[in-house]
T-cell receptor
Framework: AQSVTQPDIHITVSEGASLELRCNYS??????LFWYVQSPGQGLQLLLK??????LVQGIKGFEAEFKRSQSSFNLRKPSVHWSDAAEYFC??????????FGTGTSLTVIP | DADVTQTPRNRITKTGKRIMLECSQT?????MYWYRQDPGLGLRLIYY???????NKGEISDGYSVSRQAQAKFSLSLESAIPNQTALYFC????????????FGEGSRLTVL
């Protein structure tokens, strides 16, 4: 069965520090992988996606993610966090037939 | 204007009442979804529809029903609301390609007293 695990419920980083949010997935075939961000009071916005090809994908707002098949992981990274990055982040896997499975989310706090 | 619009954005109701949440989209997408978000549980799929005549249950469909009135409209109903249906509800759309991403509305916060 498909599943997505985000092991970190909450992360706090200082502004300017680097960030890595973890995501592990379980899926029988080659997955389509996504990272979404949810700002307070807003819907979810796509940060980046992986379908095939280069395992390092670039997204909006300076985010990137690396697909590692051997580790079943798709971790999100940013070299230098800004205060505006404080939000909730969701990893998702897209299965055949346009079904999507989400992780439980990681809440990011950025301290000045 | 938003591509995916949900109404109402906030609603407080009482146990036993019937509630409808509406979703309309201007993206021309065939595929529409209703998700529920609860703290610590992420997003869980309630129902999804791949076209007007195709409705499918998601992982938590009990207590909910849907109607796909047109390609652009997908409504979620709670026939008799109960307090544990208090949550943030999201409508989302996707294009026909299997690699397509989801596009979300801004959410409807429902409180059942």
């Amino acid at each position: 069965a498909q599943s997505v695990t985000q092991p970190d419920i909450h992360i706090t980083v200082s502004e300017g520090a680097s960030l890595e949010l973890r995501c592990n997935y379980s899926y029988g075939a080659t997955p389509y992988l996504f990272w979404y961000v949810q700002s307070p009071g807003q819907g979810l916005q796509l940060l980046l996606k992986y379908f095939s090809g280069d395992t390092l994908v670039q997204g909006i707002k300076g985010f990137e993610a690396e697909f590692k098949r051997s580790q079943s992981s798709f971790n999100l990274r940013k070299p230098s966090v800004h205060w505006s990055d404080a939000a909730e982040y969701f990893c998702a896997v897209g299965a055949t037939g346009n079904q999507f499975y989400f992780g439980t989310g990681t809440s990011l706090t950025v301290i000045p | 204007d938003a591509d995916v619009t949900q109404t109402p954005r906030n609603r407080i109701t009482k146990t036993g009442k019937r509630i409808m949440l509406e979703c309309s989209q201007t993206k021309g997408h065939d595929r529409m979804y209703w998700y529920r978000q609860d703290p610590g549980l992420g997003l869980r799929l309630i129902y999804y529809s791949f076209d007007v005549k195709d409705i499918n249950k998601g992982e938590i469909s009990d207590g909910y029903s849907v109607s796909r009135q047109a390609q652009a409209k997908f409504s979620l109903s709670l026939e008799s609301a109960i307090p544990n249906q208090t949550a943030l509800y999201f409508c989302a759309t996707a294009g026909r390609a299997n690699t397509g991403e989801l596009f979300f509305g801004e959410g409807s916060r429902l409180t059942v007293l």
